[in-house]
């Protein structure tokens, strides 16, 4: 009859062996449990952009095999182009996607012109109401970390972040288990399943089947209520003189054998409106593109541009994204600011 081991026989060395095994297999069953609830109510991993996704765009700006193009903006660029497609269609350049959601881009556009390394082409999208001096930093903590602590650490360590999040949903930090744990105790309900997807390109997709659009255009007629006023708050005289900066900018980049494209993208409904209520276009865009040392497009002046539906009047559907990016391209191609 075979003999069986005693627990004495057994060494402290394998005794924790199996603590740890056995610590670890419970461990992975409570990851892979919360992952299957999350994704049983209809959730989807996610990339989130930060500092360091943004920083690891920021190094890309200095191709030399093809020609960076360089994308600036807010929301309304970043969920409107198809960066893959930008590239298939035009294969000498080099995309890189800058724009940061809620915020207007001209301190990036200040950064690019004082680095000397940089000879790329710039398409800064933003509306006449962006360029008001009052939101010129907007997207300087972004400057300000990629000058001061981006590291090669960082980079590693944000490339393997972006793995994680591409594949897994608790790696949203309110889904992890902590987070869940918490929420269930305090009886809290969870947070609901995100609209948008962002690439780690950082390019973003809006799926309006899953947004309450009128509860979103309301969102912007809120937002712009308070800044509609019958005359802008800006003169303006007093405007282009506090243009100046870019306009120095501009040339900076442009001295060094790059170039800068202004670009306005389209906008509708209420939004539209009280845009062209706070800075008419004959007093403001219209001016800007005639002084300004560099090309300039307004979308609302392109059929092919303006026809595309912005269910909350300011941004695209994702299924919208191949043939505005199209239309875009188009656009660039047939002014000669770009080459096929």
């Not at 402290?12 to 992952?35: D, F, K, Y």
């Not at 000397?116 to 972004?142: A, N, W, Y």
């Not at 992890?176 to 780690?200: K, L, M, T």
């Not at 845009?275 to 001016?287: C, V």
């Amino acid at each position: 009859m075979p003999s069986s081991i005693s627990s004495s026989e057994v060494s402290p060395r394998q005794h924790w062996a199996w603590v740890w095994l056995s610590a670890t297999i419970i461990a992975v069953a409570i990851v892979v449990g919360v992952e299957a609830h999350w994704r049983a109510l209809g959730y989807q991993p996610n990339i989130r952009d930060s500092a360091q996704l943004w920083s690891i765009q920021r190094d890309r700006v200095y191709a030399t095999k093809k020609i960076p193009l360089v994308l600036l903006g807010a929301s309304r660029i970043e969920f409107a182009v198809d960066m893959k497609l930008l590239e298939q269609l035009l294969p000498r350049y080099r995309p890189v996607m800058l724009a940061q959601n809620a915020h207007y881009p001209l301190a990036v556009l200040r950064d690019l012109a004082g680095d000397k390394r940089f000879h790329g082409i710039v398409l800064c999208d933003i509306e006449s109401g962006g360029l008001d001096k009052i939101f010129t930093d907007m997207q300087q903590p972004l400057v300000d970390y990629y000058h001061r602590q981006w590291s090669p650490s960082w980079h590693a360590h944000r490339l393997l972040l972006t793995l994680w999040q591409k594949h897994a949903v608790i790696a949203d930090p309110d889904l992890g288990v902590v987070a869940s744990a918490r929420r269930w105790i305090s009886g809290e309900p969870p947070p609901r399943p995100d609209y948008f997807r962002f690439h780690a390109d950082r390019s973003g997709d809006i799926d309006y089947r899953q947004v309450d659009v009128a509860a979103a255009r309301r969102h912007f007629d809120d937002m712009v209520a308070n800044r509609t006023v019958p005359q802008a708050l800006v003169e303006p005289e007093q405007w282009f003189v506090e243009l100046v900066p870019v306009y120095k900018w501009t040339k900076q980049i442009q001295a060094r054998g790059g170039k800068v494209i202004f670009y306005q993208s389209p906008t509708s409904g209420a939004l539209h409106k009280a845009e062209a209520i706070r800075h008419p276009s004959a007093l403001y865009w219209d001016r800007f593109a005639a002084t300004v040392p560099a090309a300039s497009i307004d979308a609302a002046a392109v059929p092919a541009l303006r026809a595309f539906d912005q269910p909350d009047d300011s941004h695209l559907d994702f299924r919208d994204k191949p043939a505005y990016t199209t239309a875009l391209v188009d656009t660039l191609v047939a002014r000669g600011l770009l080459e096929r």
